[in-house]
Antibody
C-alpha cells in the first residue's frame, strides 16, 4: 500500500525559505502513471494546490505561487521536495504531499474527453509556522 | 481563472441525506473529484471521475456531474461523516491547473 510522509522544519522565519520533503513508500515514484503533488491548508481556510511534478522532472505550479516555488524529484531516494522562498505569515499552513493520478478518458454521458487528476493517497500533513 | 463554489456549511440529523453541491462554469465537461477531511486528519478521496468510489468508501457515498453543478450525496448520514468536503477539478483551459472548491463543513446534529 502506497504511503506518503512529509518531513521538514515546523518553524520558518519570515523572508526565509521553506523546505519540505515527501518520502514515498510502497511504490515507485518513477511510475509513468502518476504525478506527485503538494497541497497546503492555512488555518481556518480551504485547500490550495501548490504544484505537481512528474518523475521526469516536468512541473506544474499554481500561478499565484509560481514565482516562489520549486518542486524537484529524487528518484534514487523515492522522494520529491518543495521549496518556497521569501515566506510570510500567510504561508503558515499544513502542507500535504500526495500522489496525483493522471488519466485522460472519454466520458460517454457528456461526449467529452476529461482529464482526471485526483490526489490519492495523501500524507498525514505537516504544520509549518512562519514566525520570527 | 476557474472558480468552484461550495456552500460553506450543512447541518443534518443522523439518518438524513446530505447533498453537497459544487458549482463551476460547464463543470460537467470536467472530471470532478471529492475529498473528505476530518479534523486533524489528512484528506481522503471519496469520489473520483465524477461518480466512481475508491475501494473502502461506503456505498452511501454517490455523486453526479452535469451542466454547471457537481453533486456529492451521502445517504443516511452518520456521526462519523462529520467533516469538511471539498470538490476538485483540473482546469486545462487556463494555466491554473488544479482547482479546489472552498469546502463545505458537514455537521451531524
Amino acid at each position: 500500500q502506497l504511503q506518503m510522509q512529509e518531513s521538514g522544519p515546523g518553524l520558518v522565519k519570515p523572508s526565509e525559505t521553506l523546505s519540505l520533503t515527501c518520502t514515498v513508500s510502497g511504490g515507485s515514484i518513477s511510475s509513468s502513471s502518476y504525478f506527485w503533488g503538494w497541497i497546503r491548508q492555512p488555518p481556518g481556510k480551504g485547500l490550495e494546490w501548490i504544484g505537481s511534478i512528474y518523475y521526469s522532472g516536468s512541473t506544474y505550479y499554481n500561478p499565484s505561487l509560481k514565482s516562489r516555488v520549486t518542486i524537484s524529484v529524487d528518484t534514487s531516494k523515492n522522494q520529491f521536495s518543495l521549496k518556497l522562498t521569501s515566506v510570510t505569515a500567510a504561508d503558515t499552513a499544513v502542507y500535504y504531499c500526495a500522489r496525483v493520478g493522471n488519466q485522460i478518458y472519454y466520458d460517454i454521458l457528456t461526449g467529452h474527453n476529461k482529464v482526471g487528476r485526483r490526489f490519492d493517497p495523501w500524507g498525514q500533513g505537516t504544520l509549518v509556522t512562519v514566525s520570527s | 481563472s476557474y472558480v468552484l463554489t461550495q456552500p460553506p456549511s450543512l447541518s443534518l440529523a443522523p439518518g438524513e441525506s446530505a447533498r453537497f453541491t459544487c458549482g463551476g462554469n460547464n463543470i460537467g465537461t470536467k472530471s470532478v473529484h471529492w475529498y473528505q477531511r476530518k479534523p486533524g486528519q489528512a484528506p481522503v478521496l471519496v469520489i473520483y471521475y465524477d461518480s466512481d468510489r475508491p475501494s473502502g468508501i461506503p456505498e452511501r457515498f454517490s455523486a453526479s456531474n452535469s451542466g454547471n453543478t457537481a453533486t456529492l450525496t451521502i445517504s443516511s448520514v452518520e456521526a462519523g461523516d462529520e467533516a469538511d468536503y471539498y470538490c476538485q477539478v483540473w482546469d486545462s483551459s487556463t494555466d491554473l491547473g488544479v482547482v479546489f472548491g472552498g469546502g463545505t463543513k458537514l455537521t451531524v446534529l
